[in-house]
């Protein structure tokens, strides 16, 4: 070991010297081309195409065909198999698996690809799979947000700014329109469709079409109400929201028949925002829509007391008690 001339023991002086600092270690990126920083224990295939000021962790896999935009940074672990391509200023966090092969009995010879748009964030552990055909395509939008462990199967379609809360799954062929926001634990049915701006509440499972705007309550996976939160943060006036929740009634409300109420909507609604109920409604029903959840007619409210026994019911109390029952 060699040891240095000058440095000795703090404590010990005389005693034994000091080993001599280490020579420095090669950068931690490859300096190869200083517009792609790829990690020196990074797998990434020559036949990857890479943008600029692309950033590629230590332990990520980029198989041959990838195409990652400008700006992208993959942190360790990553894995980014082929069929797959990421626009701008994405950032995707430790353990994403992108592009897996579709989770099905028929596994295709030829899937499909997947296509990611610009700034996006894909945070630790989330999976999306590539569609099933050769033909078809699994996208996501631009700005959206993949929290940890969520799962997108093959053939969805996120919009802008989709959020999918933790330990969300979308099963195959969803659809998710922008600004959607997925609560966590939320499961959705394959071929559902949730709306533009539409709220679903924790641990909800969709088995319906959700449509735009409306808030879903988490426990009885069922509507209830607009999402007025989201509609305000959007930027929508107190006219459109007036024109919205006209809507909602009309189509939760009023009591007509499928059809009255589809040509109801279409007249009194032909522009703005709640025109899109109209064409969310008639944009597809292969699996109906999410009903809303109000007290069934005819249920009775039952009033308890703290009173000791032998108290004597107060006259309001009595008409009370004759309202709700």
Request: with cysteine; aromatic share 6%; hydrophobic share 40%.
């Amino acid at each position: 070991m060699k040891l240095s001339d000058e440095a000795e023991h703090p404590q010990l002086p005389g005693r034994r010297r000091l080993p001599a600092p280490p020579t420095r270690r090669r950068p931690f990126y490859q300096p190869e081309d200083p517009l792609v920083s790829i990690h020196s224990l990074a797998a990434v295939s020559p036949y990857a195409i890479l943008g600029n000021h692309v950033r590629i962790g230590p332990f990520s896999v980029v198989e041959p065909g990838v195409e990652i935009g400008d700006g992208t940074t993959l942190a360790s672990r990553v894995v980014v198999r082929t069929g797959t391509s990421l626009g701008r200023d994405n950032i995707v966090c430790e353990g994403a698996v992108l592009g897996g092969m579709p989770q099905h009995l028929h596994m295709p010879e030829f899937p499909g690809r997947l296509a990611i748009g610009d700034g996006n964030v894909i945070r630790e552990n989330v999976t999306v799979h590539r569609a099933m055909d050769a033909d078809k395509t699994t996208r996501i939008g631009n700005g959206c947000l993949l929290m940890v462990g969520a799962h997108v199967a093959h053939d969805c379609t996120l919009g802008n700014n989709v959020i999918l809360t933790n330990n969300s799954m979308l099963g195959g062929h969803v659809t998710v329109a922008d600004r959607a926001f997925l609560s966590g634990g939320v499961a959705v049915h394959q071929f559902c469709r949730i709306g533009r701006l539409a709220m679903v509440g924790g641990l909800a499972r969709v088995r319906q079409d959700v449509p735009p705007f409306v808030t879903l309550d988490g426990g009885s996976t069922m509507v209830v109400g607009l999402n007025r939160v989201g509609l305000r943060r959007a930027g929508f006036t107190p006219q459109q929201i007036l024109d919205l929740k006209d809507a909602y009634r009309l189509v939760y409300r009023s009591g007509l028949a499928w059809d009255e109420m589809l040509d109801a909507l279409g007249n009194q609604f032909t522009d703005g925002p709640a025109a899109e109920f109209h064409a969310f409604f008639v944009g597809g029903h292969q699996r109906g829509f999410v009903q809303e959840r109000r007290t069934p007619p005819g249920a009775t409210v039952r009033i308890v007391r703290d009173e000791p026994e032998g108290t004597e019911q107060t006259p309001a109390l009595v008409d009370a008690e004759k309202m709700a029952g």
